[in-house]
């Protein structure tokens, strides 16, 4: 059963390097410094809920405004931007991949379905138990007694999901167990193609989020955005960038290159991150940059974030020897 959360890659290097000797000291503190940010990371995103849920129920009792509501939502949200795009983990395994957002959204599903709601209330599921819902119910224009209608049920399902999600990874005969195994009869390439294919899996998941609302000069989507409705679109852009540069330095892979003497390589992703950290505009809004002149400011965005995404899945496999192999990063 474990075996089918592998991405083919690994399942194909595993399969040719079952002799291969127990995993080293460095591969060991890989795996253990990825499993610890992904556990905090977990433990984050059920906190942000947990609060969010708390603030919820506050401001239906009267007890706190809106607008602290959608300020807890946007830190519940920005600890779900952490999680985004993993794949071959706990997120999968547990079959929460869209239990916290739908999108892309195309045809507006989360609004339909939370109008229906408010009309005709009823079981709620689907995109109807999502962040996207719970934005949908803050932001549009309702009153308290039609936001309190589903909001209370909406963040306890959202609270259960994430305490799903944490189990998941702190439990030691799943995910842990996995890369223990990978490990131990792979070595270093099998267990390198799964954390280095999550990274890539996460930067493809950004940049899916620049590209749908940029589309073109003449045509930008701005109601691709993933945050339309609250304008917070570019802000959580922002985290997901920072949390994949938090997974490069703290889950193991900086450490790892260290140990490897990959000096020049570190250097060249410190600066890529950097430099596309800096030349993302300012603001919550996407929808502002996607404007006239302003979005020029974009696409010089998008020259860095490109020159990044060069440096984590092409540099970064050639420089250790590996190769995520084909659809290796596809799916998301």
């Not at 194909?12 to 291969?20: D, F, G, R, T, W």
């Not at 795009?85 to 379905?113: E, I």
């Not at 984590?312 to 192999?325: D, N, P, V």
Request: hydrophobic share 40%; with cysteine.
């Amino acid at each position: 059963m474990m075996l089918r959360l592998l991405p083919l890659a690994a399942l194909s290097l595993l399969a040719a390097c079952q002799s291969q000797p127990p995993a080293n000291p460095a591969l060991s503190q890989l795996t253990g410094a990825h499993l610890k940010l992904m556990r905090q990371q977990a433990d984050e995103l059920a906190y942000g809920l947990t609060r969010l849920q708390q603030s919820g129920r506050d401001y239906c009792a009267g007890e706190q405004t809106l607008s602290a509501v959608q300020q807890q939502w946007q830190q519940a949200f920005a600890a779900w931007t952490a999680h985004q795009g993993q794949s071959g983990g706990p997120l999968d395994a547990a079959g929460l991949s869209y239990a916290f957002q739908l999108w892309p959204d195309k045809k507006d599903t989360t609004g339909r379905q939370l109008a229906s709601q408010l009309n005709r209330p009823g079981q709620l599921k689907g995109a109807s138990i999502t962040l996207g819902a719970v934005e949908y119910l803050l932001y549009e224009d309702l009153t308290q007694a039609q936001r309190c209608r589903l909001l209370p049920r909406v963040n306890d399902q959202l609270v259960a999901n994430s305490e799903r999600l944490q189990l998941a990874w702190n439990n030691p005969s799943h995910y842990q167990q996995q890369l223990e195994q990978m490990s131990v009869q792979g070595g270093e390439k099998v267990v390198l193609v799964q954390i280095l294919g999550q990274l890539a899996h996460r930067f493809d998941r950004i940049e899916k989020k620049l590209d749908l609302p940029l589309n073109t000069v003449e045509h930008p989507r701005p109601l691709f955005a993933e945050a339309w409705r609250s304008e917070q679109s570019l802000h959580f852009m922002r985290t997901s960038l920072q949390s994949l540069q938090r997974e490069y330095q703290q889950g193991g892979i900086r450490a790892y290159l260290e140990q490897s003497r990959q000096t020049a390589l570190i250097a060249e992703l410190d600066d890529a991150f950097a430099d596309t950290l800096a030349h993302l505009p300012e603001g919550d809004s996407l929808a502002h940059w996607l404007q006239g002149d302003n979005y020029a400011a974009l696409l010089r965005f998008k020259l860095s974030f490109d020159r990044l995404g060069s440096k984590l899945k092409l540099r970064l496999h050639e420089a250790l020897g590996i190769s995520l192999g084909f659809n290796a990063t596809d799916g998301d």
